[in-house]
């Protein structure tokens, strides 16, 4: 950990360097519980998945029409066969098909273990109990094998793993109902400030009304996470100690905004480094550069800027990525587009900048991308109507119409 007084000098850390540590100083959980199916949606598996069964179960026909054995039968003209029955999707053909027989037969129904070709209806002429097949009928087709699509006995998947609506029906095709996944992280936020005003209140002069935790509750909105949310904490150093060692007993991550930097009210650093030990304090980006993060005992907090642009901002960059690790979630880098600017964008080298903009894409699939308004990290109509930002590396000193920029997608919560 890092002496506080001696970070005051030295240079801020890169976004990179900031996530590296992180990395570092956190262990993904290692608790699991079962949970149903139904409630599986967005959880990390803990476990590996082999499947007792095989997938499909049984020899069954991939289309509507008639099966019959293609032994004895000359493709390269036409014949017909005798209609004996009929096998129903879940009511299989319980008789023998012999030579010269053939069988109605539905899609998924079970095959006959003598059949061996599967004729779609429409290419087939029924006269009564006769059926006409045309020369070079395409025999040994449209059977779906046993096992193809999943062995009895494999590895379906391996933890750890997300599991999305499409895992859970494979799971359930498995016959799978329960699963063993991740225990949840249990998060606690709040917000600090004495100015903060709780919705429903009318705001008296100077107060405002506390946004940043309505944002935060919308963002830790996964599966994966229990939260808790505590509500507006004073400017007061001892208010703020007793909240953050009683959230660290039964929480994994505290998440604070506000009084994270270094003005007369900001307590943020200075108590959490009296009772617990602060790793870093400043990161070279903008908005978002005051984010303490660090240890109370196995707690890890993240104690975020007040101004609301700047919450969405460490959330998305760094808050997010280290929730994900912490849930034992596989990590996924995600896609980054390039586009081409519309906009003058001002900006001075020294910190990696996050400009909210709005990206489109021309009828070539080209991208251009427009700023959205006012950048200030209290301006939240912008980065609300942005559906993306612009990301500007430490040494870029301003962009010109025409430039090529990176983009991040915001998405629904981040
Ligand atoms: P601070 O980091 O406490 O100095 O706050 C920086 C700015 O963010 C100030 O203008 C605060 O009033 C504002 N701010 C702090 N907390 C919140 C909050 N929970 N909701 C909205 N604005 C906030
Ligand atoms: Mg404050």
Redesign the pocket.
Known sequence: MIDLCSQESKPMLSIDEALARIKTAIQPITGSETVTLKNALGRVLAEQIYSSVNSPFERNAAMDGYAFSSANINKDQPFTLNLIGTSWAGKPFKGTLLAGQCIRIFTGAVLPSEADSVIMQEQVVAKGQTIHFSAHTALGKHIREVGEDIKQGSLVYASPKKLNAIDLGLLASLGIYEVTVKRLVRIAFF???D??TELGKPLASGQ??????YTLNGLLNDPNYCITDMG?IA?NKQLLEASFIEASTKHDVIIS?????V?E??FVKEVLSRCGEVDFWKIAIKPGK?LAFGKIGECCFFGL????V??VVTFKYIVATALKQLSGAPELKSLQLTAICKSVLKKSPGRQEYQRGILTQDINGKYFVESSGKQD??ILSSISQANCFIVLPIECNGVQIGNEVRVDLIGETI
């Open positions: 917000s600090t400030g100015e903060l405002i009304y506390d946004s940043n935790r507006v400017d905004t506000g009084g994270a930097s003005g009210a900001d005051p800027p007040g101004n609301p700047a919450v990290s209290n």
